[in-house]
């Protein structure tokens, strides 16, 4: 599959982005004894992050928009499309020099008369370990040049599902409780692993088998969500719906998967 412009735009920028967060990295070991700790640094490799993907996108694609975690929405010309991006998904792993993080970049298409539509291209790129997965609509979902699909297996029973566990002040523990204690029962394993984009592109790859979490927000699912549907995997909200996105509610994995999972999710809910 010959990669398309866009996708080759936004890698480069993912790795120019990408260089500095590994170099980065490398310092957050020798911060961790210091006085004043680690945080305001990989505050600073955040920010500098998202203005080199920023300023390469910008120049790659001038009059986008661009809605980010840190800089938040910056209007770009009407009709274009946007960028949503996450310059450093998982920056408590990096903090802690736990080599699971990730910069996603999404492409979102503007809707005829207003707001916006359909994600149509999508990048998940993991610095550490240099993987990129990428997708675009009607294309597939690929890893660098190899197709990517979602994992054959149907029964729970062999099934390890990925999630986010609420933390201080972020989630809701009691709604997580409940559903971990139907979900957990039934399936082979549960991992928290710390970064949403690279959970979904682990379900695009069939590394994990299926996914669920809430409270996520859309540059942390919007490149992930495309790669698990070109990979052939759903991903709805708890109830089963289309209304992910807006319900902040996220299942995803197989068909076969995705149906259990979130039958165990919503009856989980049902029942409390």
Same mark, same amino acid.
Do not use: C
């Given at each position: 599959m010959a990669i398309s412009g866009i996708i080759t735009v936004?890698?480069?920028?993912? %790795?120019? *982005?990408?260089?500095?967060? !590994? &170099?980065?990295?490398?310092?957050?070991?020798?911060?961790?004894?210091?006085?004043?700790?680690?945080?305001?640094f990989v505050s600073k490799a955040d920010q500098a992050a998202e203005r080199t993907l920023y300023d390469e996108l910008t120049h790659a694609r001038p009059g986008w928009g661009f809605l980010m975690e840190e800089a938040g929405e910056i209007e770009g010309e009407p009709g274009k499309p946007r960028?949503?991006?996450?310059?450093?998904?998982?920056?408590?792993?990096?903090?802690?020099?736990?080599?699971q993080f990730a910069i996603s970049i999404a492409v979102q298409e503007p809707k005829l008369g207003g707001g916006w539509g359909d994600v149509t291209a999508a990048l998940?790129?993991?610095?550490?370990?240099?993987?990129?997965?990428?997708?675009?609509?009607? %294309?597939? *979902?690929?890893?660098?040049? !190899? &197709?990517?699909?979602?994992?054959?297996?149907?029964q729970l029973s062999e099934c390890l599902i990925a999630t986010g566990i609420p933390f201080m002040g972020h989630g809701d523990m009691a709604q997580w409780s409940r559903i971990f204690g139907a979900v957990a029962p039934e399936v082979a394993g549960i991992r928290r692993f710390g970064a949403a984009s690279l959970d979904l592109a682990w379900v695009?790859?069939?590394?994990?088998?299926?996914?669920?979490?809430?409270?996520?927000?859309i540059w942390d699912v919007a490149a992930g969500m495309l790669l698990v549907r070109e990979a052939g995997?759903?991903?709805?909200?708890?109830?089963?719906?289309?209304?992910?996105?807006?319900?902040?509610?996220?299942?995803?994995?197989?068909?076969?998967?995705?149906?259990?999972?979130?039958?165990?999710?919503?009856?989980a809910l049902r029942n409390a």
């Open positions: 936004m890698e480069r920028a993912a %790795r120019k *982005a990408g260089t500095k967060l !590994r &170099r980065d990295f490398g310092e957050i070991e020798h911060l961790q004894v210091s006085q004043k700790g680690p945080a305001d960028f949503i991006i996450d310059p450093l998904d998982g920056t408590s792993n990096f903090l802690h020099a736990i080599p998940v790129y993991q610095p550490v370990t240099d993987e990129s997965y990428w997708a675009e609509r009607g %294309r597939g *979902a690929w890893l660098h040049d !190899r &197709r990517l699909r979602v994992a054959s297996r149907r695009a790859a069939g590394r994990f088998d299926g996914f669920w979490e809430s409270q996520l927000n995997g759903f991903v709805s909200d708890f109830r089963g719906g289309d209304r992910a996105i807006e319900r902040s509610e996220f299942i995803a994995g197989s068909g076969a998967v995705h149906s259990k999972l979130q039958k165990l999710v919503a009856g």
